[in-house]
T-cell receptor
Framework: GAVVSQHPSRVICKSGTSVKIECRSL??????MFWYRQFPKKSLMLMAT?????????EQGVEKDKFLINHASLTLSTLTVTSAHPEDSSFYIC?????????????FGNGTRLTVT | AQTVTQSQPEMSVQEAETVTLSCTYD???????LFWYKQPPSRQMILVIR??????QNATENRFSVNFQKAAKSFSLKISDSQLGDAAMYFC??????????????????FGQGTILTVHP
């Protein structure tokens, strides 16, 4: 089956530093990748949609300068949390849509737990 | 904009019994997909079942089945013969079937609030 690798699975950083999260589609090309944020026992909230070779589309209320998204290839999208603060601590999940199987369900990464101290 | 509502924050069931999780949604579209995802403590998102809106027949996957009522915009999940491994948070999700210009956001999922399912031995 299609596999999405998300790295790192856990990261602890100090306030004011930046953290990069990678989302890779291992055995398929992902035209579109979605980045979600999830607080404990809460739903997944879409942050942004990234498309290969173009600028990401951010959801209302999401700071694009805070959460930088790059989708440089058909297999890799990155989310960089810049100047992280404790309120950015959360669980971040990426998902990818297959270029080959347009209507197939999204494939999810295993998520990244970010803790900002 | 589409919305998905799960009105049961928590549910519990005895092992081997049946439980139904509720989900309603709001949309003006006629072409869409509905999903149920399971998120165990590992927080991995696992697809449980999928329903295409144009299909009248309810989807089934082994012990999991849905009751899709398109007119009522209801999409409940029934878990039969519940097992301890079914304990997780369950999310109902909506996806538009309409590709927007360039298809840039096609595939975007809108999730409900989630239902925490506890299975008692």
């Amino acid at each position: 089956g299609a596999v999405v690798s998300q790295h790192p699975s856990r990261v602890i950083c100090k306030s004011g530093t930046s953290v990069k999260i990678e989302c890779r589609s291992l055995d398929f090309q992902a035209t579109t990748m979605f980045w979600y944020r999830q607080f404990p026992k809460k739903s997944l909230m879409l942050m942004a949609t990234s498309n290969e070779g173009s600028k990401a589309t951010y959801e209302q209320g999401v700071e694009k300068d805070k959460f930088l998204i790059n989708h440089a290839s058909l297999t890799l999208s990155t989310l960089t949390v810049t100047s992280a603060h404790p309120e950015d601590s959360s669980f971040y999940i990426c998902s990818a849509r297959s270029r080959q199987n347009y209507n197939s369900p999204l494939h999810f990464g295993n998520g990244t737990r970010l803790t900002v101290t | 904009a589409q919305t998905v509502t799960q009105s049961q924050p928590e549910m519990s069931v005895q092992e081997a019994e049946t439980v139904t999780l509720s989900c309603t949604y709001d949309t003006s579209e006629s072409d869409y997909y509905l999903f149920w995802y399971k998120q165990p403590p590992s927080r991995q998102m696992i697809l449980v079942i999928r329903q295409e809106a144009y299909k009248q027949q309810n989807a089934t996957e082994n012990r999991f089945s849905v009751n899709f009522q398109k007119a009522a915009k209801s999409f409940s999940l029934k878990i039969s013969d519940s097992q301890l491994g079914d304990a997780a948070m369950y999310f109902c999700a909506y996806r538009s079937g309409r590709r927007n210009a360039g298809g840039t956001s096609y595939g975007k999922l809108t999730f409900g609030q989630g239902t925490i399912l506890t299975v008692h031995p």
